[in-house]
């Protein structure tokens, strides 16, 4: 399945792209994301509490960053594994300066498999864009909170 779609951060290019590869601020903006280490160069382990309608669950999951090219683009791969299933999923985001802000443009395939697939591809689609949609907004938040604070010191 494809998922694709635009969202601008009230922030500058060089800050959103600092804060897309800061494993704290992941970690926060991330819906579910209950805890993000560092295992080597731009790899992480992470662990998501996830789900899809009735379907719920806790999934180990492994993060890297790829293709980087600061502060415009990257890739980000992602696979899991919990008791509802898998995941698998790479994105690429492209961030283009704004006049101040940041406009994210992101293109991404997703597989699952295991009791997830079995909700049906639009109620998966439906789940990965608003999944989305609150990342963005949570990093739109973080970007802009930071940016105050040091701002202000």
């Not at 494993?23 to 382990?45: S, W």
């Not at 293109?107 to 990965?128: D, K, Y």
Request: proline share 5%.
């Amino acid at each position: 399945m494809k998922i694709e779609g635009t969202y601008e951060i009230h922030a500058p290019r060089e800050r959103v792209f600092q804060a897309l590869t800061d494993p704290a601020v992941l970690q926060k903006t991330i819906p579910g994301c209950e805890r993000m280490e560092k295992t080597g160069e731009n790899k992480y382990n992470a662990t998501l509490s996830a789900g899809v309608g009735p379907i719920k669950g806790v999934f180990t999951a492994t993060v890297s960053i790829e293709n980087m090219t600061p502060p415009s683009n990257y890739r980000l791969v992602v696979e899991g594994k919990g008791q509802p299933g898998f995941i698998k999923g790479s994105g690429d985001l492209v961030l283009e300066e704004q006049i101040g802000n940041t406009l994210i443009r992101y293109t991404g395939n997703v597989q699952v498999g295991g009791m997830l697939a079995s909700v049906g591809q639009r109620m998966i689609e439906s789940t990965a864009k608003l999944l989305a949609s609150k990342f963005f907004s949570a990093l739109d938040a973080e970007v802009r909170s930071s940016s105050s604070q040091t701002g202000a010191a």
